[in-house]
C-alpha cells in the first residue's frame, strides 16, 4: 500500500519532482468551491455507471480513456486521486485508481 498512497505533506514535493495529473474526484460545486492548485476534476469517476457486458466493459474503457486523456495523462505522468473524505466520498478516489489499473 505504501507504494500507491501518498500524504498531503508528501504531495507538494512530489508535485515539483515528479510529473503528475493531480485529480480531484468530487462534485464539481465542492472542487470549484476550493481544490489542490493544478488539479482537475473529474466527478465521473464515481458516477459513471456501465454494464458488466462486453459493450459495457468497452464503454467504460473508452469512456475513462478519453477522460483521463483529457485530464492529462498521457502515460508519462503519475496520477494523484483524491477525494474529500473516505466516509463521504465512498471511496470514489479508490474507483479512480482500479479504472486507471
Do not use: W
Not at 9 to 24: A, N, Q, Y
Not at 74 to 98: D, H, K, L, P
Request: with cysteine.
Amino acid at each position: 500500500m505504501a507504494d500507491i498512497l501518498i500524504s498531503a505533506d508528501e504531495l507538494v514535493p512530489f508535485m515539483t519532482s515528479e510529473p503528475c495529473v493531480i485529480i480531484d474526484t468530487r462534485n464539481p460545486d465542492a472542487y470549484a468551491a476550493g481544490h489542490v492548485p493544478c488539479a482537475v476534476n473529474l466527478h465521473e469517476i464515481f458516477t459513471f455507471l456501465a454494464t458488466s457486458t462486453p459493450e459495457g466493459m468497452e464503454e467504460l474503457k473508452k469512456k475513462f480513456a478519453d477522460a483521463f486523456g483529457g485530464a492529462g495523462l498521457s502515460g508519462a505522468e503519475t496520477a494523484v486521486i483524491y477525494e474529500q473524505s473516505m466516509n463521504s466520498g465512498f471511496g470514489q478516489s479508490c474507483r479512480g485508481y482500479f479504472l486507471l489499473e
